[in-house]
């Protein structure tokens, strides 16, 4: 199926990279920048990924390397786009800008997927936690966040097993780039309801950042019980290109030791069926896991069971790289169903 990525920002970026070793047709870029040269120099050289080594060209109105065609447009809404004209079907927002559900409805595309958290979305996909819900009928796909990506599947596992009582997090998230290099004047911020966010307007190369988080929220999006009254979080922004972690604290009803606890975990890595849970051991820092694709890494050095009702760990992922690469599986596995779906019709 052929798809437009809209954005190629930091993550945007990451899925077109991932594009070309999962085959995922990507056949046009709709972005804001209109210096295509830039748009292709961007593609080929990331300071946190390294380079291309088959590299994009700017011809005319399109990027190519030896492998790919890639039609690039500039317009400033998805709603003025020719979807038959260039044969789209699906659609990949990766700009960022949240849309109301009647603008997402009347886009002339089989599926939109969001590469946020959207609470009118027909569904929000985590995998490791909902996947199997997905449906070819659902045109407006939220792939929910990075965070909540690595968060769910812990979370459901817990619950499953133990049920989780109440809990703490505590996002530890890497700068973005809407914060400042220097300090400068605040920072609006919609998806927290702040007008002017003073702690943004501060140096983010140069502080560490106190700030909320959506995560638990967006993991209500997709099981509602997993909200707020449950689990309390926070955030903090660090100087550091890419690599979160989340500081996890669950207390549970079933009492457990931590040898119960580690084999759970490790019999769910040796049996899942996408790159989800991975349990390390090994010293590591979060340079380490830049380029994981893994989503939620398990760190046994700090996972700990207190009076056997209280689980503490942590865990990495690569909020740029490993979160695309969830968003490339959703929409692959999406493809799959329908495709599954077309033949199942063709043969009756």
């Not at 140096?203 to 707020?228: G, L, R």
Request: overall charge negative.
């Amino acid at each position: 199926m052929k798809i437009l990525l809209n954005g190629v920002g930091r993550i945007g970026k990451s899925i077109l990279r991932l594009s070309l070793l999962k085959d995922l047709e990507i056949v046009a870029i709709n972005e804001i920048n209109q210096n295509i040269e830039n748009i292709a120099y961007l593609i080929n050289y990331d300071s946190t990924y390294g380079k291309l080594s088959d590299k994009f060209t700017a011809n005319n109105d399109t990027i190519r390397n030896s492998k790919k065609t890639i039609k690039v447009l500039n317009h400033p809404t998805l709603d003025t786009i020719d979807y038959k004209a260039l044969g789209i079907e699906l659609i990949i927002d990766a700009s960022g800008i949240s849309q109301n559900r009647d603008f997402l409805t009347s886009l002339d595309a089989k599926a939109i997927f969001l590469t946020h958290p959207n609470s009118e979305a027909d569904i929000n996909v985590i995998l490791g936690a909902n996947e199997e819900k997905l449906q070819t009928n659902h045109k407006i796909i939220s792939t929910s966040s990075c965070n909540a990506s690595a968060l769910l599947p812990f979370l459901k596992l817990i619950d499953d097993n133990y049920k989780i009582k109440s809990g703490d997090i505590v996002t530890i998230h890497p700068l973005l780039n809407h914060q400042k290099t220097l300090d400068s004047k605040c920072i609006s911020s919609s998806d927290r309801d702040v007008k002017c966010n003073f702690e943004f307007g501060r140096s983010a190369t140069q502080n560490i950042i106190p700030s909320k988080t959506t995560t638990i929220e967006a993991c209500s999006y997709v099981f509602p019980t997993f909200n707020s009254t449950l689990i309390s979080s926070s955030s903090l922004r660090v100087p550091t290109p890419t690599v979160g972690a989340i500081n996890v604290v669950l207390n549970v009803e079933n009492s457990l030791i931590l040898e119960e606890l580690n084999t759970l975990l490790e019999k769910q890595e040796a049996t899942q069926k996408y790159d989800i849970f991975k349990n390390i051991k090994e010293p590591l820092v979060s340079s380490d896991f830049q380029g994981e694709v893994f989503s939620t890494i398990i760190d046994g050095k700090f996972t700990q069971i207190i009076n056997h009702n209280m689980i503490k760990t942590l865990i990495w992922y690569d909020n740029e790289f490993g979160y695309a690469s969830k968003v490339v599986e959703i929409v692959n596995r999406y493809i799959m169903l329908k495709s599954t779906n077309n033949q199942e019709g063709s043969s009756i």
